[in-house]
């Protein structure tokens, strides 16, 4: 997998820097066990990043956009574990300000509506299904995630 060996090259050309070992490394695994849907052993691969997850991830920006929370909670949505999951997301949610623009925050509602879908409480999911699509209601009609919410939106009702 070349996402795989791309972290591994940027792993050996900087051993002893914490946040590419201890944050970048982990997260990247752990995207792909959870898209392998091994959602168990991506939580495992995130627990090396907990220490570091709120903080500035590199030192020439000044967000973080918290990966290592926002791939957690992808990764409980992925084992239908819907309480977990919303727990995440509304971590991301909740700590706004380290996010600036980062895809994460508008994504995080969209995460929390399916979390609380999976839940069976609907009116939750159904406003933070409104959320999502109130930052998204000028993007392009084509994006496959906009589709995607505003299909999963629809059912609810």
Same mark, same amino acid.
Request: hydrophobic content about 45%.
């Given at each position: #997998?070349?996402?795989?060996?791309?972290?591994?090259?940027?792993?050996?050309?900087?051993?002893?820097?914490?946040?590419?070992?201890?944050?970048?490394?982990?997260?990247?695994? $752990?995207?792909?066990?959870? !898209?392998?849907?091994?959602?168990?052993?991506?939580?495992?691969?995130?627990?090396?990043?907990?220490?570091?997850?709120?903080? #500035?991830?590199?030192?020439?920006?000044?967000?973080?956009?918290? /990966?290592?929370? /926002?791939?957690?909670?992808? *990764?409980?949505?992925? $084992?239908?574990? !819907? &309480?977990?999951? *919303?727990?995440? @997301? &509304?971590?991301?949610?909740?700590?706004?300000?380290?996010?600036?623009?980062? *895809?994460?925050?508008?994504?995080?509602?969209?995460?929390?509506?399916?979390?609380?879908? #999976?839940? !069976?409480?609907? *009116?939750?999911?159904?406003? $933070?299904? &409104?959320? @999502?699509?109130?930052?998204?209601?000028? %993007?392009? %009609?084509?994006?496959?995630?906009?589709?995607?919410?505003?299909?999963? /939106?629809?059912?609810?009702?």
């Amino acid at each position: #997998m070349h996402a795989q060996s791309l972290a591994g090259d940027l792993g050996k050309h900087l051993p002893q820097d914490t946040v590419v070992q201890a944050v970048w490394l982990p997260t990247i695994s $752990a995207q792909l066990e959870t !898209g392998r849907k091994n959602a168990a052993r991506s939580n495992e691969l995130l627990q090396a990043a907990v220490p570091y997850q709120l903080g #500035m991830l590199t030192a020439n920006a000044v967000n973080s956009c918290l /990966y290592p929370v /926002y791939v957690r909670a992808e *990764a409980y949505l992925s $084992a239908h574990q !819907g &309480q977990l999951a *919303a727990a995440e @997301f &509304q971590k991301i949610l909740d700590h706004r300000g380290l996010l600036w623009n980062c *895809a994460t925050g508008a994504l995080a509602h969209l995460g929390l509506a399916r979390a609380y879908a #999976m839940q !069976g409480d609907t *009116a939750k999911a159904r406003s $933070a299904y &409104q959320d @999502f699509l109130a930052l998204w209601k000028n %993007a392009d %009609a084509d994006i496959p995630v906009l589709i995607a919410a505003k299909a999963e /939106y629809a059912k609810l009702k």
